[in-house]
């Protein structure tokens, strides 16, 4: 992987400049710099790979000296929901490439050993040279399939990260930037930034409505966004509204204007005699409504595929269009293979 320092400049949370390697376009007054779709606006290294954290407020002040005014409600409040768990944060760490970097030796040396001890109990062998190379070459096999299954599981929208950014990038859509958190390996060390990526959602909204308008393709990529999205459902627990406060007015917003990551009950909890401790298990499909306009279920998937986007653009693993397929005069981006409209296309409309 090559250095992204010369893609981005990487910054230091105890740093005050932006790296040397970044040509950053020049600012205009308040108004934020003329930046293309797809170039990355800041990368903040997270301080400890072990407790993965950023310097939101640092990030803020960056962005406000490259031109972007960004209210605290859209940048710091919703990222420290989405980032500040614990349980996010142990996720984060189990699942980076420097993690999977250390577990594969160690597997292999499990596997080994459990191999040889299962074969050497029940087999009699008297060439233990051929058994050590037949168990190294079935270790082998065994780590590179599970190390090849958590590198593809990476490439896919992420749960635990990139559907929890889904509020942050509805709110930064609007100053034209997207979120997303990438890692990878360097010189045994392990990177983990917080990408701020510029893009101008126009083009590639009007591109997908004009997919879901097309009369013989409406049936046909509902049916696509059900087999492809079905597995995207959020389940958590709020507290119960109070009837006497008439509490579900909150419910009476309608499809288009109700935040994507919004609730639908499910299930009642009220224990006797405590109904300050109710709760409401609430589910939430990431499918768009079949109802509602074109326009609206485009903007939802845009918003919602491009935490994943950011992700992979920034770590270099997008797969370009095929020779038949997604024509480069279509492409909205002009430092990838694939801009944001396509690779939702590519991914979930194909």
Not at 142 to 147: A, E, F, N
Not at 201 to 217: G, I, P, W
Not at 274 to 281: F, S
């Amino acid at each position: 992987m090559e250095d992204k320092k010369g893609l981005c400049g990487v910054t230091e949370e105890n740093e005050v400049e932006v790296g040397a390697g970044q040509d950053k376009p020049p600012t205009q007054g308040n108004a934020p710099p003329r930046w293309a779709n797809g170039q990355c606006v800041l990368a903040v290294q997270s301080s400890s790979m072990l407790n993965p954290s950023f310097d939101l407020s640092f990030c803020r002040s960056l962005l406000e000296r490259d031109g972007f005014q960004i209210p605290v409600g859209d940048f710091e409040a919703p990222l420290a929901t989405a980032l500040d768990a614990p349980s996010v944060r142990r996720f984060i760490v189990f699942n980076t490439s420097l993690f999977h970097f250390i577990l594969a030796p160690v597997m292999y040396v499990v596997i080994w050993c459990a191999v040889f001890s299962t074969l050497h109990l029940y087999m009699a062998i008297t060439d233990y040279w051929l058994l050590c190379l037949s168990v190294s070459l079935i270790a082998i096999f065994l780590t590179t399939g599970v190390i090849f299954v958590l590198h593809h599981s990476n490439k896919e929208i992420n749960m635990n990260i990139d559907v929890r950014l889904i509020q942050v990038n509805e709110r930064m859509v609007k100053h034209k930037l997207l979120v997303g958190v990438a890692d990878w390996v360097q010189n045994c060390t392990g990177a983990l930034q917080l990408f701020c990526v510029y893009w101008d959602m126009s083009s590639c909204l009007q591109t997908l409505t004009e997919t879901f308008e097309k009369s013989f393709l409406a049936n046909d990529a509902q049916e696509k966004l059900q087999k492809r999205l079905s597995h995207l459902v959020l389940v958590s627990e709020v507290k119960a509204p109070d009837p006497e406060a008439g509490g579900c007015s909150t419910g009476e917003a309608s499809g288009e204007e109700r935040p994507l990551l919004g609730h639908e009950e499910t299930e009642r909890s009220t224990p006797s005699g405590r109904r300050e401790d109710a709760k409401i298990t609430s589910s939430h499909t990431l499918i768009p409504d079949p109802a509602l306009p074109a326009q609206v279920k485009a903007h939802q998937l845009l918003v919602t595929y491009s935490a994943a986007y950011v992700k992979l653009l920034m770590s270099e693993n997008l797969s370009g269009p095929s020779r038949h397929e997604l024509l480069p005069r279509r492409n909205h981006c002009s430092s990838a293979s694939l801009c944001l409209c396509q690779y939702i296309k590519a991914k979930v409309l194909r």
